[in-house]
């Protein structure tokens, strides 16, 4: 046996570890996490009945998909090292693992609560696409399959349609930057619509569009924006975040575009619509203007006068068979009467003769086109015609011929 300084003593320990558990997997539930400035992660992992500190530093702790949860249980995969200035062993961390499923999967649900509860996908802030888009951006690869599915539909459903395509890459390290950056350039050009998206594949092709740079550059767009990313069974945050999320690239084009032949199909169906109801109208217009003819002719002057001439003539044969009946009956009186009878009927002439002349002086005196006679003026107010019945005391009315305008006040009112 012999004597050893502290240091030396730590110095051989650290030796011993290093060399004896060069690599290990340990599952504990993380805690006591601290995330340092310098992009260092310190946390202790326990156990039901032990502790043991970890660290995993900046470079690696870059990589993990998944945030770092106080509670969460995990798998470590690193080595055994003793800090010799304190004596104490922790285990350096590689890679970090969640206990029970993948690391994507995790990273994935985390920024969907995140976002969900920063109100990214309320449905309250999402923008309405036009129905008839003039002018669209598509962010995705140009030299994919997903582009020219795209233009293809495009093409056959929209052909005024103007598209520019903006490539960038969609899966890898560099995708996510790539694409905010297309997407901070594009929503800056006054489109009406902006897609992003790509082809099927797996989970971690997909992942750019898992990211939260992505996500931020999607609800800070002031473009309305459509997600169409892998196959209808791919979700990603994109979809969430977006303002439409459409199940393949294709479908996005036919969700977003009117159908050319549909609208002719519909314009032809207006268009029909629209001669039903002009001739409707037209119908009931005649059928009213009919309805106003017979009324007018009901109660016009021109039948009043006739109505008035028709009892002329009945009084005329009533007034002769009258005669008739007295030269009849009054056989003794016969000479008298016909000695009366011409002035009789002259004067019985005179006076429906009279009737007639007074008849047709109302007609005259009336008819709408000789209003303008001496002695007849238009009575309105507030450059309305009323009839005279509905003014009251003190009201100013007008009076109105051919020659004058004269402003009048009712003084006296006197129904008659």
Known sequence: MY???????NEQIKTLLEST?????????????????????????????STIKAVIFKANAAKLKFQLQEGLKVILDGAITLYKPRGEYQINCFTIQPSGHGALALAFEQLKSKLSSQGYFEVSRKKQLPKFPKKIALITSATGAAVQDMLRVAQNRYRVLEIDIYDVLVQGENAAPSIVKALSLADTKGYDIIVIGRGGGSMEDLWAFNEESVADAIFKAQTPIVSAVGHEIDWVISDFVADLRAPTPSAAMQMILPDTNELYQYIDSLSSAFAQKIEQKIYNSKQELEHLVNLYTQHSIERKITQKIDEIKQVKEIFSQTISFKMQSFSKDIELVKNRFPHVMESKLTIAQNQVHALQKMLE???????SKKGFAQISKDSKVIDIALLEVDEI???????????AKVLKKINI
């Not at 004597?3 to 003593?9: I, K, P, R």
């Not at 504990?28 to 156990?47: A, C, M, P, Q, W």
């Not at 009315?397 to 402003?407: A, G, P």
Request: proline letters at 2%; aromatic letters at 10%; hydrophobic letters at 35%.
């Open 365 to 371: 005196s009336n008819h709408p086109k000789l209003r």
């Open 21 to 49: 558990f060069e690599r290990v997997l340990v599952e504990g539930e993380l805690s006591r996490i601290t995330f340092h400035n310098s992009g260092h992660v310190y946390f202790t992992l326990k156990d039901e009945n």
């Open 3 to 9: 004597l050893l300084n502290v240091s030396s003593l």
């Open 397 to 407: 009315f007008d009076l109105t011929s051919d020659e004058v305008i004269l402003s």
